[in-house]
């Protein structure tokens, strides 16, 4: 289920000459096989130094490692995609009628909300003349719009012949982690919250973008704010983690094609009630009714 606040993706979230220094890397993928699969035990059973030690060990690895983000781009692809295979995603292209345009890609891009444009300029300026240059000026002018003029009937097709060349992968990456990713982590870090913390501020920029208004990614954190402290505030991690995870059931439900919960209620909720803080696997979840396991 691909979709996300039209008024808060308008905008990037940080300057394009940073990202191309910092993230010139394309995500590394290590097999989830291999992480520990021991859950750590409960917070509240440990002493207060080793809860703090704890709690700065998580924060100091957390979903940026190539392990964890591995997971956490299956998780995500799952809930997406119905598909554990994200990288199969660079290809995937449509338009699901949710007033965004075209959608596409392996986080969903959407050319009414500003983050398509972006990529197919990255992708242009590493590698001009590609298949999709041409239709630079028709994504800037269907930019914050569900129309398609000057993108059909090829722009499909032709997004599928460039999701096989490797400049383009390298494209949605970066973008992904620029836009996405990398705030969702940096953010989760400073609010001292582990591996699965840093997944659900992850989860749900991408669904709902950052910005201003209530429901974006911003809007949710203020909104679980409200109601209880992060660690890196004194609060406990658990209860402030049920709280943003409320704060985004009440986000999703403002808007139809968000109603259905179940990524956050069958499978954020669960790794929460499970105490499984770090993510360790394996992982058995369901979203939208469909089961998955990770080893």
């Given amino acids: 289920m691909r979709t996300r606040s039209t008024t808060s993706r308008t905008r ?7 990202v191309r220094v910092a993230l010139g890397l394309a995500l590394v993928a290590v097999p989830a096989t291999a992480v520990a699969t021991t859950v750590a035990p409960a917070d509240h059973h440990r002493p207060a130094a080793a809860h703090d030690a704890a709690r700065t060990a998580r924060a100091a690895t957390g979903l940026d490692d190539p392990a964890k983000k591995e997971i956490a781009m299956q998780l995500v692809s799952s809930a997406e995609n119905s598909s554990l295979d ?16 075209y959608t596409g890609g392996i986080i969903g891009f959407t050319s009414g909300t500003h983050d398509m444009l ?17 239709y630079l000026p028709a994504l800037r002018e269907v930019d914050g719009s569900d129309s398609h003029e000057g993108l059909d009937p090829n722009y499909t097709k032709d997004w599928k012949k460039a999701a096989q060349d490797p400049a383009f992968q390298q494209a949605q990456n970066d973008e992904r982690d620029r836009v996405y990713f990398n705030p969702a982590v940096k953010q989760g870090k400073a ?21 201003d208004d209530p429901t974006s990614f911003s809007g949710i954190r203020k909104r679980a704010l409200a109601k209880a402290k992060p660690p890196a505030q004194g609060g406990n991690e658990k209860t402030y983690l049920n709280a943003f995870l409320d704060a985004r059931v009440w986000a999703m439900k403002q808007e139809e094609a968000h109603s259905d919960t179940t990524r956050v209620d069958t499978e954020q909720r669960l790794f929460l009630k499970n105490g499984n803080l770090d993510l360790h696997t394996p992982l058995d979840w369901k979203v939208y009714g469909d089961s998955y396991h990770i080893d």
């Fill in 12 to 18: 990037p979230l940080l300057s394009r000459t940073t």
């Fill in 86 to 101: 994200w990288k199969a995603q660079y290809k995937y292209i449509e338009d699901i009628g949710d007033g965004r345009g």
């Fill in 118 to 134: 972006e990529l197919v300029e990255l992708y242009t300026q590493r590698k001009p003349g590609n298949v999709l240059a041409k």
């Fill in 191 to 211: 609010d001292g919250i582990g591996t699965l913390g840093q997944f659900a501020y992850y989860d749900a920029i991408v669904m709902h973008g950052d910005g």
